[in-house]
């Protein structure tokens, strides 16, 4: 584990760093407060911290009062050195944010002891900090094909159409549906079914923009997102391209080889919609699309 030293006395400094060397730590040396706080902005910043209250350009207490200031969920742990022994001493460089306070001269089995303590804070924070993102993910991905959520992918719809208004942009949403996919998991079975879904949204993705979204609506129904889009272009059309590359070879399933088709009910110029309207053209696009004949892409005008 790497921990920083902040440290304008030179003597003190070595024989620090050269006692976290020895106990198994990656000591990060630096001799003031400016030092320490430039150190601190790096992305790779050590976690814990051992800093002096007494130094020149920026003391331990501003140290602490600018890290405190961070809008951070994940604060290194600051343990304070200094000479000061007494009790407003202590109210004071605590209050100013240091998790906590070792007074000099100080013994070197309870300084250990100290960066134990804030060693397991740093690894408990972490760890919190991992799940905290790891259940964000799961809110925001359909756990299956790990594409948005519908939650996820309509609040994206809602913040794309925002933000094409607001920049005069352009913006089309695809409603996409399995051609023939309730037949898919009547013959082969649900697991078999769920394997499709899977392929279907990798081969969907690989064909989107880097900028482009991707949503299960519900069931076999997938949402994109698209800006940019404002005429069909026939084949050259983002969401022709989608449609062949779809019907343009087999997915293989443990149980067989399944050729696959979608079809797509498009919304161009949805800027000028709310996310309900352009919901609805896109639904009605779709069953066109359906009643037509499948595998196809039909579009429609937002306001049309």
């Known amino acids: 584990m790497r921990i920083l030293i902040a440290e304008d006395d030179s003597s003190a400094r070595r024989i620090l760093a050269a006692i976290l060397k020895s106990w198994g730590y990656d000591p990060v040396v630096t001799t003031d407060g400016a030092a320490a706080w430039a ?3 790096r992305p790779d910043a050590p976690r814990l911290v051992l800093l002096d209250w007494n130094m020149p350009r920026l003391d ?9 200031e961070q809008p951070t969920s994940d604060p290194p742990y600051v343990i304070l050195l200094t000479g000061r022994g007494a009790k407003d001493d202590i109210v004071k460089g605590l209050e100013a944010g240091a ?6 001269p100080y013994d070197s089995e309870e300084l250990q002891a100290r ?12 760890g919190l900090m991992k799940a905290r993102d790891a259940l964000a993910y799961q809110a925001m991905h359909d756990s299956l094909t790990e594409v948005f959520s519908r939650r996820a992918i309509l609040d994206r719809l809602a913040g794309e159409l925002a933000r094409a208004k607001r920049d005069n942009g352009s913006l089309s949403v695809g409603m996409c549906d399995i051609d023939h996919f309730k037949e898919i998991n009547d013959r082969y079975g649900h697991q078999t079914g769920d394997e499709v879904l899977v392929a279907f949204t990798r081969r969907v993705q690989a064909g989107l923009r880097e900028y482009d979204c991707l949503g299960r609506y519900g069931g076999e129904e997938f949402l ?3 800006a940019g889009v404002k005429e069909t272009n026939g084949e050259e059309n983002l969401y022709e391209r989608l449609r062949a ?10 149980a067989a080889e399944l050729s696959l088709t979608v079809s797509i009910g498009v919304v161009l110029g949805a ?4 996310v309900d309207e352009t919901l609805a053209a896109a639904d009605a696009a779709l069953y066109r699309a359906k009643a037509e ?12």
């Open 245 to 254: 590359a779809v019907a343009g070879s087999a997915i293989r399933a443990k």
């Open 99 to 104: 998790n906590d306070y070792l007074a000099k």
């Open 39 to 41: 150190a601190l902005q």
């Open 224 to 226: 994109i997102v698209a």
């Open 271 to 274: 800027e000028r919609g709310t």
């Open 60 to 68: 331990g207490l501003e140290v602490c009062r600018l890290l405190r």
């Open 115 to 126: 960066i134990k303590v804030g060693r397991r804070m740093v690894e408990l924070q972490a």
């Open 293 to 304: 004949g499948r595998n196809r892409v039909c579009y429609v005008k937002s306001g049309q």
